[in-house]
């Protein structure tokens, strides 16, 4: 039994407004080829499959292509689950008729764990799905007393550890915060204050576990315990991530092999630093310059649309950080000469910059004059 | 060939603020003991299933209940289309994985029309789902020339002519709006003038036509080109329509037989009409006083809270037409003098009610000196 798993899509998803359509289907479509390359027998979507319970209609429309090559075209089943960000019921909608084309999507919890029996080239496996759930819709649905996301995940888990798999090998699909997981900011908290974590442990009884949540590739407890993080990078804090789809092989004891399969962005997602001449100059030889762009400049003086500049070098800066000027103004303690000072220079840049010259001595002057004046009637009044 | 053609479902609906899923419920359950109770062989809706792009949850998980009943427990084929409440992107995803359940959604209009063979107890038919498309979309698939409604449902109707459905008779469902039809308050229009009309004859050439779009059950041009209407009343201008559904049989010249099963609402939309006194004594004895109601009053003078009055008897009051006052208003040319009665009037109604007795001569004189003081004061402003 070989499948890939994947987490965390975030179909619609947009980065600092930016929408990012385009970039995740050009890395779904790595997906679907590594789904053919590989000779899968499934693929496994461990959550947040939207951004929003209530996705845009371009973003069903990407999924439904998604899903359609995979399950329609290629005859490779797929196992969706419905994460934090994602409308149970909307996700869930018509999942029943579904199941006889290969197509597996676990909306809204129920009494009965989806257990699904997938039939592999080299084996076969039973695949326990489970939505994510809080403690109060475990508390609904099965009617018990749970108070924290860990006794919730054990009351879900009682299941699978009773499902009969007839000696199959049992994949748990899951969407939680593991304790000690890694967190990026691109993730929204499942609570508040620490209470959403689960220990590890629960899941090393089972063959393998699916999780997603986490947007970084990585493992909790065992190596068989695993997220294989978002596909895309969905803030600058995951510049440094390498983002992939875990490759996962059972073999006949039903042992977990892990490979990670590296997924390329379209444009990356990454931080730049440096003085504004600089950056526009190495801009002109940067093969990756429609990369998603966070820009740390680290000039002192004021500079007239920045962004506007910066961007006809680097078309998709999305976010700017003037880090030389406020390192500034977190070093000097400013006093009223300081201010003064400050003005004055302030309106000089600006000044050179869009006449083209310095200000002479005499322009100065005048400046230095009507600044003055200016704070005098600020203090009078 | 025997199936039910309903439409306008229009799940997740309101009347006038009022939460209409519990009557949806009752009415579906009706739709679906109809198919077992006629064995029937197929259930067309004809479009507008949700009431906005984007229904609430509760909604969706309504349609879900329905179609799994019909579809997974009872072995009965579904064909759905959008129409143009409907969000196509939304309620046609992973509409390709359902086919082989029995469940046929027609999101997005594409550039092969939808046929769908259905095979019957006694022979089979051909089903062509056209989802609701306006003449821009109608361009935009098929890269052709149409500006109005009619001209694109030709476009699209061109294809049913050539589909070669070997001798079976062929089915069209269709959203739209035929030339004479009845349209009720609770339609949305198509386009505005009168553009959206198209000529019954376009259909008529075919076994049947099952449409939606209009809210009352009617046939134009012939009677196998038919809307079923909607399954509720949707607006008090509907109160005296019938709800049904269109049992359909095609017989084996492929001549359609149609007969309408009525619909009973869980409770009825009505306007009822009288004096507060009247009304309220009635609405001891009346069975349906559950009923949705506006309710015209005819007294002529002011009332406190008579909302509340009402309610406190026909609960599910949702809306109240003053007119008894309206028409008072409507018939007097008000002079200065007119207006000075109207409001000592008003004020003694008022008083009577809360303190349960009429006003004193020497009350009424206070007042009237009030009265007069506040116009002086208002002229003189």
Redesign the interface.
């Known amino acids: 039994m070989k499948f890939i798993h994947t987490s965390d899509w975030h179909i619609g998803r947009q980065l600092h407004n930016q929408n990012l359509l385009e970039d995740q289907r050009f890395v779904l479509n790595q997906i679907v080829e590594f789904a053919v390359e590989h000779d899968v027998d499934a693929v496994i979507i461990a959550g947040d499959i939207y951004d929003r319970?209530?996705p845009p209609?371009?973003a069903?429309?990407l999924?439904?292509e998604v899903?359609?090559r995979l399950?329609?075209e290629l005859k490779i089943p797929v196992v969706m689950i419905a994460g934090n960000h994602d409308?149970?019921?909307?996700l869930?909608?018509?999942s029943?008729?579904?199941?006889?084309?290969?197509?597996y999507?676990i909306g809204?919890l129920t009494k009965n764990v989806a257990a699904i029996e997938l039939k592999g080239k080299q084996g076969s496996a039973v695949f326990y799905g489970l939505p994510y759930a809080d403690p109060a819709t475990v508390r609904h649905v099965f009617e018990c007393e749970v108070t924290s996301h860990e006794e919730a995940m054990v009351k879900l888990l009682e299941q699978v550890h009773i499902h009969d798999s007839q000696d199959l090998p049992k994949v748990v699909i899951s969407h939680c915060f593991l304790d000690g997981g890694s967190e990026s900011e691109s993730e929204r908290p499942l609570s508040i204050g620490g209470a959403d974590r689960i220990s590890p442990s629960l899941f090393t009884p089972f063959n393998y576990t699916a999780l997603g949540h986490l947007h970084g590739p990585q493992y909790k407890g065992a190596e068989h315990v695993r997220y294989s993080g978002s596909m895309l990078k969905y803030s600058f804090s995951e510049q440094h991530q390498n983002k992939s789809v875990t490759l996962v092989e059972l073999d006949n004891q039903g042992k977990a092999n892990v490979e990670l399969l590296p997924l390329a962005a379209m444009r990356d997602v990454r931080i730049i630093e440096g003085e504004l001449a600089e950056l526009l100059e190495q801009g002109k030889t940067d093969v990756n310059r429609e990369d998603y762009l966070m820009v740390r400049l680290l000039d002192k003086t004021a500079i007239l649309d920045a962004m506007g500049k910066l961007r006809s070098v680097y078309p998709n800066v999305l976010h700017l950080e003037r880090t030389g000027l406020m390192a500034d103004n977190g070093r000097v303690e400013l006093s009223r000469d300081h201010i003064k000072k400050g003005e004055l220079d302030m309106f000089s840049d600006f000044f050179s910059q869009v006449s083209g010259e310095p200000m002479t001595e005499a322009q100065q002057q005048a400046m230095t004059a009507a600044i003055d004046e200016l704070h005098k009637v600020e203090s009078a009044s």
Do not use: C, Y
């Open positions: 319970s209530i209609a371009n069903v429309a999924l439904d899903v359609n399950v329609n409308g149970h019921e909307r869930g909608f018509a029943r008729q579904m199941t006889d084309s290969g197509l999507i809204p």
